[in-house]
T-cell receptor, first 110, second 115 residues
């Protein structure tokens, strides 16, 4: 069964550093998403991506965040200058008839 | 605004007993409802969905959910719980006002099955 994969599983970084989280969506899906889950809180939508551009973004997704599909298979989330409050589990998802989620990347900002 | 509510933070059930994890929704229009499960270190796994049709939806691992329009509920059920069902369960709804069909999650219910 096809699945969404994410790397790394855990990323530790210093405040102010840039991080790139990587995802490989399911190959025939056209919509891609990033969500995040701060420890103990709800899963929240960040951004959706379709046809090589952002189709929708939340208030959380400010100028520090960007997404890219650099090579037709990977889908990345970049945080330019991490803050302590960016520490969370980040989930990638892709959608055919249903959204399927990856295993997540746990980002820890020190 | 569209939302789902999970009134129980934790549900405890003995193995072999039936289980129910509750969810209510608030949606203008016809809801698209989902259940996802989060096992430790395993991410969010799709269990089942309701879009239209039969109110009883069957999903993975023996789970089912019943859509009840009059009670605006979509409770997750299983006739006989297994210890391996212990996990965090999320009810969710598709945002009908979202051009990208983003999903809005409930707060989650931790299901604990004791042997």
């Amino acid at each position: 069964e096809p699945e969404v994969t994410q790397t790394p599983s855990h990323q530790v970084t210093q405040m102010g550093q840039e991080v790139i989280l990587r995802c490989v969506p399911i190959s025939n899906h056209l919509y891609f998403y990033w969500y995040r889950q701060i420890l103990g809180q709800k899963v929240e939508f960040l951004v959706s991506f379709y046809n090589n551009e952002i189709s929708e973004k939340s208030e959380i997704f400010d100028d520090q965040f960007s997404v890219e599909r650099p090579d037709g298979s990977n889908f990345t989330l970049k945080i330019r200058s991490t803050k302590l409050e960016d520490s969370a589990m980040y989930f990638c998802a892709s959608r055919g008839d249903t959204q399927y989620f990856g295993p997540g990347t746990r980002l820890t900002v020190l | 605004a569209q939302s789902v509510a999970q009134p129980e933070d934790q549900v405890n059930v003995a193995e072999g007993n039936p289980l129910t994890v509750k969810c209510t929704y608030s949606v203008s229009g016809n809801p698209y409802l989902f259940w996802y499960v989060q096992y430790p270190n395993r991410g969010l796994q799709f269990l089942l969905k309701y879009i239209t049709g039969d109110n009883l939806v069957k999903g993975s691992y023996g789970f089912e959910a019943e859509f009840n329009k009059s009670q605006t509920s979509f409770h997750l059920k299983k006739p006989s719980a297994l210890v391996s069902d212990s996990a965090l369960y999320f009810c969710a709804v598709r945002d009908l006002y979202s051009s990208a069909s983003k999903i809005i999650f409930g707060s989650g219910t931790r299901l604990s099955i004791r042997p």
